[in-house]
Structures are given as structure tokens and as C-alpha cells.
């Protein structure tokens, strides 16, 4: 038996709520849903991004976290441009593009540290 899946949701847990909002919006666009203060929900071709400042009931587990170790993976059509725009952004790459046999990617990270991987696969003709 396999699990039946409605859609594919990954979270980012931050009191850094409306500094990442005005991150991801500024990268992505408006969230199609939103409560102030609370969660913002970002719609991308295959997933979900959702943003949440957990309750303080729960603070705790999110407080003593070190660095993720998940990243967020964005394949995008032209890598310059990307990191164009998160340059303008105020968050600029770090490090060379890096060629691996799937493409070339390079490392941004959000407000709160989180790794995004810019990725631009091989166009094979």
C-alpha cells in the first residue's frame, strides 16, 4: 500500500515572521494566504511553502535548533538572473557556481539562515 497524498507542503518555523514574509515575497510574490503575525503560504509549481512563528507553547522546540539541514531547492531557467535578483534582495550567494553532473547550482540562505539552492539543470538538446 502507498500513502495517498493531497500535496506536498515543506514549513519553515521562525519568529522571524515578517522578515521572512517580506523575503519570500519579494522572491516569489504575494502568498495566496496569509493571517498576520501567524503564517504566510507560498504556492510553487509542485509544493507548498509554508511559513509559521510557532506558538509560544512550542517555542522551545525550534529555539535550540542549529543550523537546518534541509534546503530549499529552486530550479530556476537562468542562474545569473537568480542570483541577480537575490543580490538586489540584500542576500547575495555565497561561494562559486558549482557544475555538477545535474547542472549548475550555487547557495543562498533566507533571513533566517535557511539554504536555498539556485539550480539550473542541463538543457539537453
Do not use: W
Not at 49 to 68: M, R, V, W, Y
Not at 81 to 97: C, E, K, N, R, V
Not at 112 to 119: E, F, K, T, V, Y
Amino acid at each position: 500500500m502507498v500513502l495517498q497524498l493531497n500535496n506536498s507542503l515543506v514549513t519553515i518555523a521562525s519568529n522571524n515572521l515578517e522578515a521572512l514574509v517580506i523575503f519570500y515575497t519579494k522572491l516569489l510574490g504575494e502568498p495566496k494566504s496569509q493571517i498576520p503575525n501567524v503564517y504566510a503560504e507560498f504556492h510553487l509549481p509542485g509544493i507548498i511553502l509554508g511559513i509559521f512563528k510557532p506558538k509560544a507553547t512550542s517555542e522551545d522546540e525550534f529555539q535550540n535548533a542549529t543550523q537546518s539541514k534541509m534546503s530549499l531547492c529552486l530550479e530556476v531557467n537562468n542562474l545569473e538572473d537568480a542570483i541577480t535578483h537575490f543580490t538586489s534582495l540584500g542576500y547575495p550567494p555565497t561561494g562559486a557556481i558549482k557544475n555538477a553532473s545535474h547542472g549548475r547550482e550555487i547557495y543562498a540562505y533566507d533571513p533566517d539562515g535557511n539554504r536555498i539552492i539556485l539550480h539550473q539543470a542541463i538543457v539537453v538538446a
